[in-house]
């Protein structure tokens, strides 16, 4: 499987703080943004990444992160030119998709839970397409998926006035290859764009879609607004001087992972200089070379 990271858009709701940097790179308490959802989708067991970007930002996201080689993943990145959609993401990553399944999560969305990431890695081998659900309070905001006592999806709908639940589809979705198609034979909504949720529907029509509900532990955190930037953040540092572990460490994850060894790891904390983070980094050398 490989994954697709939806990097791009203005930011717009939170200007002037993306008037010069993407939203995706704004600090959420000790860390960019754009590491919480590939956090996710590396503890998926995913390596290859398309991060799509607008064409202002690109270099800052390359700048950050790379190629993804000190990871032990491969980065990969593409220009959405005008945000037209979510869907879009396919059209532009269609070369890099090719005949495998991928998953797509959006790069201001944050996800984090015990589990998680075993829940996220079973859906690698997907036939169709796999979604989320999510109860919130407050489902105008969303996409909102009704479910039957049986379990099955029921509807979609997408932001609607008069939700049929109170459960909403976060930024993370999981299809086979045939998504490219899907979203290439899909027209543009009122508002111009190309829906996910119409994509969404193309699957529930021929009974290809199925749903996970994600366990009441789990947090997910859209950080559209300067309010939920602010929560974001402040579960963040909340959860971790609690618990003494980080969220979406991405060097902690690729040693987990197996990706690189201890001698890697020890390299890239001696680049990173003496600070909180590689002091973190730094307990799990002693746990390798005892």
Not at 173 to 192: E, H, K, L, N
Not at 250 to 255: C, D, M, S
């Amino acid at each position: 499987m490989r994954g697709i990271i939806l990097a791009g858009g203005t930011g717009s709701r939170l200007w002037p703080l993306t008037r010069g940097v993407s939203k995706q790179l704004l600090p959420i308490y000790n860390k960019p943004l754009i590491h919480y959802p590939l956090g996710t989708l590396m503890l998926a067991g995913i390596r290859e990444f398309l991060i799509i970007t607008t064409e202002r930002d690109q270099e800052a996201f390359q700048r950050l992160l790379g190629t993804g080689e000190d990871l032990g993943i491969e980065i990969d990145y593409a220009i959405q030119p005008k945000p037209e959609g979510l869907a879009q993401a396919f059209i532009i990553g269609a070369d890099f998709i090719q005949d495998e399944n991928v998953a797509l999560i959006l790069g201001d969305n944050i996800f984090h839970g015990t589990g998680l990431g075993h829940q996220l890695q079973s859906l690698s081998n997907v036939e169709g397409a796999h979604i989320f659900g999510y109860k919130v309070r407050d489902p105008h905001s969303y996409g909102v998926v009704e479910i039957g006592a049986d379990g099955k999806i029921l509807s979609l709908e997408e932001k609607p006035e008069n939700p049929k639940s109170n459960m909403a589809i976060p930024g993370l979705y999981f299809y086979d290859s045939s998504v490219v198609d899907v979203a290439r034979s899909i027209r543009p909504s009122a508002r111009g764009e190309l829906e996910i949720t119409e994509v969404n529907r193309k699957y529930l029509n021929i009974g290809k879609l199925g749903i996970s509900i994600l366990e009441r532990g789990t947090a997910w955190l859209d950080t559209g607004t300067f309010e939920s930037l602010y929560a974001a953040a402040s579960y963040v540092r909340v959860v971790e001087e609690r618990q003494g572990n980080m969220i979406s460490c991405l060097e902690e994850i690729a040693w987990r992972q197996g990706w690189i060894d201890g001698v890697k790891l020890e390299s890239l904390i001696n680049n990173m200089g003496r600070n909180e983070y590689s002091n973190y980094l730094s307990q799990f050398l002693g746990t390798l070379f005892e």
